[in-house]
């Protein structure tokens, strides 16, 4: 985000990643910024953001509304919006990097409830370094749910 925040008008971020970074094009999006995106050769995505005098009813620049790949928003019972991962069935680092492209999605006043196969270890000091904290339960089935919410 510091990247960005250092961008022109018309400047253009070129990102190379090896997931298709969906939660970002919506934070983008809010920024006005449209994207492009298409997998490489090698597996990867390359996704060209700019930013400014693009077209919209070009097909090519128009901003792609995003998918909901990492998470799904409910509601709790107290009326506040939490967004639900299921990160299950991904091998390390995948759970950790779900939640965090959840997390770089979440709207304000918004809760993140993560389920993962196993006790989320490293997850709790990335949530420190971003204002969230974060506390997990162990399910009968041996899962866990980690309820992140911001400090």
């Known amino acids: 985000m510091q990247t960005v925040a250092g961008l022109k008008d018309n400047d253009q971020l070129r990102l190379i990643a090896p997931f298709e970074p969906a939660p970002l094009f919506a934070v983008l999006a809010q920024r006005g910024y449209s ?7 090698e597996g990867d995505f390359e996704v060209l953001f700019t930013r400014g005098s693009a077209d919209s009813t070009d097909p090519q620049t128009a901003a792609v509304p995003p998918q909901q790949t990492s998470g799904s928003p409910s509601r709790a019972c107290s009326g ?5 991962v299921d990160a299950r069935g991904l091998e390390p680092p995948q759970p950790l990097v779900k939640i965090l492209e959840a997390l ?6 918004a809760r993140l409830r993560a389920r993962t196969d196993r006790r989320p270890m490293h997850l709790y000091a990335q949530l420190e370094e971003r204002g969230f904290a974060g506390e ?3 399910q009968p089935d041996g899962s866990f749910v980690t ?3 911001r400090r």
């Open 80 to 84: 506040i919006p939490v967004v639900d």
């Open 104 to 109: 770089a999605a979440l709207p304000k006043g």
């Open 136 to 138: 997990s339960e162990e």
């Open 35 to 41: 994207h492009q995106s298409k997998p490489t050769p």
């Open 147 to 149: 309820h992140v919410r």
